[in-house]
């Protein structure tokens, strides 16, 4: 069973700072790997999506690494802002299930 | 273009009452998955469709849950006999294939509690 960790449980920052968000995850077999933003009471939206065979992903402010054979990944928020407030899940796909970690709640504080 | 949409967005209702979720996909996408966020248990898969079909009903917790998918389209996850340990947000997502490449859209949930 695929078993997704992500550390740190909790973060919070000054604006401006870099935020690193990780996670680990036990089964290296998977199609891709993707990380979610979800803010209270919503649903999740997604960040970024890195597939086996990549070795990361860029969007703006976000980039997202992948080691699937050490079976990590982190995600690197540049230049925070108040807004990037939020949870930040990460999820790893075996077949069609996504299998998700707890979150990462990251507090910006301006 | 539209998201995928769910309804009720909040249900409140007493221990051993039914309750019917529903889920409307983005238009023209085959696959659709059900998961469950409960506090202190995280994100976890119930179900997933493939058109119509369930190939996997392995993350269903009990017998008092079933889902069904009508057209290729809306689906309705139906919990019987509710429990308060059902209390959750039920999440939706499709995407277009099964395909490994595809990134699954997700709605904003039902979030149910149960008295």
């Known amino acids: 069973k695929q078993e997704v960790t992500q550390i740190p449980a909790a973060l919070s920052v000054p604006e401006g700072e870099n935020l690193v968000l990780n996670c680990s995850f036990t089964?290296?077999?998977?199609?891709?790997l993707q990380w979610f933003r979800q803010d209270p009471g919503k649903g999740l939206t997604s960040l970024l999506l890195?597939?086996?065979?990549?070795r990361e992903q860029t969007s703006g402010r976000l980039n997202a690494s992948l080691d699937k054979s050490s079976g990590r990944s982190t995600l690197y928020i540049a230049a925070s802002q108040p807004g990037d407030s939020a949870t930040y899940l990460c999820?790893?796909?075996?077949?069609?299930?996504?299998?998700f970690g707890a979150g990462t709640t990251v507090t910006v504080r301006a | 273009g539209a998201g995928v949409s769910q309804s009720p967005s909040n249900k409140v209702t007493e221990k051993g009452k039914d309750v019917e979720l529903r889920c409307d996909p983005i238009?023209?996408?085959?696959?659709l998955y059900w998961y469950r966020q409960s506090l202190g248990q995280g994100l976890e898969f119930l179900i997933y469709?493939?058109?119509?079909?369930?190939?996997?009903k392995s993350g269903l917790p009990s017998d008092r849950f079933s889902a069904e998918r009508t057209g290729g389209s809306v689906s309705t996850l139906t919990i019987q006999r509710t429990q308060q340990e059902d209390s959750a947000v039920y999440l939706c997502?499709?995407?277009?294939?099964?395909?490994?490449?595809?990134?699954?859209?997700f709605g904003p949930g039902t979030r149910l509690l149960v008295l």
């Open positions: 999820a790893v796909r075996n077949d069609y299930k996504l299998s």
């Open positions: 089964d290296s077999a998977i199609y891709n």
């Open positions: 238009s023209g996408h085959t696959a």
């Open positions: 997502a499709s995407s277009s294939t099964s395909g490994d490449q595809e990134t699954q859209y």
């Open positions: 469709f493939q058109g119509n079909s369930a190939p996997d």
């Open positions: 890195i597939q086996s065979s990549q």
